[in-house]
C-alpha cells in the first residue's frame, strides 16, 4: 500500500489490514506510529521523512515475529 507523499498526520483504522505485506509513509508529516500490531504480515515499511517522535508500535510489531 502506498501512502507516500500525502501529507497524513494521523495512522488509524489499518489494523484489519492482515494481508498486507509492503506499507509505504514516506513524506508525510507523522509523529507517532501505533497500531501496527494487526500487520500480521508485514514485511516492509517504509517511514523516512516523517516528522516521528514515537516509534513504540514498531517494536512490538519486530518482537511478535
Known amino acids: 500500500l502506498n501512502l ?11 489494523e484489519g489490514l492482515v494481508s498486507l505485506t509492503e506499507f509505504n509513509l ?5 509523529t507517532e506510529i501505533r497500531d501496527l500490531s494487526g ?7 517504509f517511514l523516512s521523512h516523517n516528522q516521528l ?7 512490538r510489531l519486530c ?3
Not at 517522535?53 to 517494536?59: L, W
Open 39 to 45: 500487520l500480521v504480515s508485514l514485511q516492509r515499511l
Open 26 to 30: 514516506r513524506r508525510n508529516v507523522l
Open 53 to 59: 517522535r514515537k516509534i513504540n508500535s514498531i517494536v
Open 4 to 14: 507516500a507523499g500525502n501529507r497524513i498526520s494521523r495512522l488509524h483504522g489499518v
Open 63 to 65: 518482537l511478535s515475529t
